[in-house]
């Protein structure tokens, strides 16, 4: 709590509010160099690596097709229904020498839970993508 803006917790309505509390910007000074990798969140490491034949790896301990979790393309030029999930994976790199990487940060109750972004832009959409057991 000594690295939130408002450090008296009475002064949160609700758990929600507390989880999302500002911090002081001097606690995490966010490094501007271009070549920097920055983390959009606390949290500790669970898995990371390369995206393989269009999976994601060890997301709540189940593996996740990128097609299906990205959503619908359909609007956007992609096809899902004839494109395996490894030719997903490839319609969305820029350059085909490129490679697709991946991170699971775990957010434990007492972690941070703003996220921030690298870049500057603004939402114009949002998508939840539900948890579970069941092969994604």
Known sequence: MEEAIEPD?????????FF???IRPEVRPIDMNPKAVVSPADGKVLHF???KNGLIEQVKGVDYSLKRFFGRWEETGFTMQKTSDAQFAERLKVHSENEL????IYLAP???HR?????????????HYP?????F
């Open 115 to 127: 996220f921030h972004s690298p870049a500057d832009f603004t939402i114009t959409s949002r998508r």
């Open 9 to 17: 917790m009475r002064f949160y309505p609700s758990l929600n509010s």
């Open 49 to 51: 690596g390369k995206c």
């Open 20 to 22: 999302r509390r500002a």
């Open 131 to 135: 948890g579970g057991k069941k092969k």
């Open 101 to 104: 990487y991946q991170i699971v």
């Open 110 to 112: 007492g972690d941070y």
